[in-house]
C-alpha cells in the first residue's frame, strides 16, 4: 500500500556532494516522521537524520555540519543533501517513513536503498 523509493546515490570524490530522494506513494493518510539510516556489511542500521511534518530535525553527531535533511509535505518526499562526503559516508542508505493509513494508524516503512560510494 505504500512504497518509497530512493534515488540519487553513485559514486563520488571524497569532499564532493550528493543529494539523496526518496518520494513516498500509496494509500497515506499520513506521513509523521522521515529519515534516513545507513548500512554498510558488518555493522547494524544506524540512523543518519530524521526530520518530524513540522520540519524538527535531528542528526547523527558523524554527520552534523555535513548533510542536511529536508521534506517537501506536498510531494510526499523527504531529502538529503550530503556535502563534504567522505568515504567512511560509504554505505547503502535507506529511507524510512512512519506513515498513516486507512489500515492502521501508522507504522515504519522502508526503502530499498541507495548506493553512495566516496572513493577516488
Known amino acids: 500500500q505504500v512504497q518509497l523509493v530512493e534515488s540519487g546515490g553513485g559514486l563520488v570524490q571524497p569532499g564532493g556532494s550528493l543529494r539523496l530522494s526518496c518520494a513516498a506513494s500509496?494509500?497515506?493518510?499520513?506521513?509523521?516522521?522521515m529519515g534516513w539510516y545507513r548500512q554498510s556489511p558488518g555493522n547494524q542500521r544506524d540512523l543518519v537524520a530524521t526530520?518530524?511534518?513540522?520540519?524538527?530535525?535531528n542528526y547523527t553527531d558523524s554527520v552534523k555540519g555535513r548533510f542536511t535533511i529536508s521534506r517537501d509535505n506536498a510531494k510526499n518526499t523527504v531529502y538529503l543533501q550530503m556535502n563534504s562526503l567522505k568515504p567512511e559516508d560509504t554505505s547503502v542508505y535507506y529511507c524510512?517513513?512512519?506513515?498513516?493509513?486507512?489500515?492502521?494508524?501508522?507504522?515504519?516503512?522502508w526503502g530499498e536503498g541507495t548506493l553512495v560510494t566516496v572513493s577516488s
Open positions: 526530520i518530524t511534518s513540522g520540519g524538527i530535525t
Open positions: 524510512s517513513a512512519f506513515v498513516a493509513t486507512m489500515y492502521h494508524y501508522g507504522m515504519d516503512y
Open positions: 500509496g494509500s497515506i493518510f499520513r506521513i509523521y516522521d
